[in-house]
């Protein structure tokens, strides 16, 4: 059954699932909808046109479904939608959508760790780790099982692609391709995401691959077009999964080019 602390506030309207928990003075918006067995802790809120999913965990003092901080903001009724088991760690953030009828996403089995921060119209795929006081600006893409450093910050628009990590303290401003590691201020690629690629059961081969592809992209100083071009015909002569998810980034829609 629901239970629900008698000193938190729920708004008339809000929408509890079987098995929700509510914790000590958590704040629920009347638009809110919350899936079955999620927690929501003592002093969390969860505000807005926001659907959360089964089993989250939001920590005490996290703000989820706060207003855009987009000033291009002109009403409406933006929304957040939040998919399963993901957890929220104290003081994190996650915002509504700017434009009415659109979405921020959350998808599932992410972490994101305390005082992190998800900002309007993010897309946010799943198994992602956000480390403490990672920050995400509006409209960024996030690909699955990419890691986030302690203090790093994606700029908006930017794309960070699957398995890939933003190391520590650094600030993205382009788009940070599949399997590999970036570093600095602006961060810059320096190296294969291997032991994330060890952890989700990629091969040696398919390592090597990838290590082999970023010698190729940002160590033979060939322009973008020629290495791309390189690596397509590596792709049709030796098919590889590592090959086609950095050429399918690549060659993607991007706002602010490839890191």
Same mark, same amino acid.
């Given at each position: ?12 309207? $809000?929408? *509890?699932?079987?098995? !929700?928990? &509510?914790?000590?003075? #958590?704040? +629920? =918006? ?103 006081? $990672?920050? *995400?600006?509006?409209? !960024?893409? &996030?690909?699955?099982? #990419?890691? +986030? =450093? ?110």
């Amino acid at each position: 059954m629901t239970k629900i602390h008698p000193t938190a506030i729920i708004e008339n309207g $809000a929408e *509890l699932a079987d098995g !929700v928990e &509510v914790g000590a003075y #958590a704040y +629920i =918006g009347a638009e809110a909808k919350i899936g079955e067995g999620t927690v929501v802790a003592h002093h969390a809120t969860v505000d807005g046109n926001t659907i959360i999913g089964k089993e989250n965990q939001i920590y005490p003092y996290a703000f989820i479904g706060g207003k855009t901080h987009d000033l291009k903001y002109k009403g409406g009724n933006p929304g957040l939608v939040i998919g399963d088991r993901n957890v929220f760690r104290e003081y994190t953030t996650a915002h509504l959508a700017t434009a009415d009828a659109t979405n921020t996403i959350i998808g599932n089995d992410n972490n994101i760790l305390a005082y992190s921060h998800i900002a309007h119209d993010c897309i946010v795929g799943n198994k992602i780790v956000m480390s403490s006081h $990672a920050a *995400l600006g509006g409209h !960024v893409i &996030v690909e699955d099982n #990419a890691v +986030i =450093g302690w203090g790093s910050g994606a700029h908006q628009f930017c794309r960070i692609g699957a398995y890939a990590m933003l190391s520590a303290s650094s600030k993205l401003v382009k788009d940070l391709p599949p399997f590999f590691m970036a570093d600095g201020s602006p961060a810059e690629v320096c190296a294969i995401n291997k032991i994330n690629m060890q952890r989700n059961g990629f091969t040696v081969e398919e390592i090597d691959i990838a290590y082999s592809t970023f010698k190729l992209i940002y160590k033979r100083r060939f322009t973008r077009s020629h290495a791309l071009e390189e690596l397509s015909a590596r792709e049709e002569a030796s098919p590889s999964r590592i090959t086609k998810m950095i050429l399918e980034f690549a060659r993607g829609s991007s706002e602010r080019g490839i890191a």
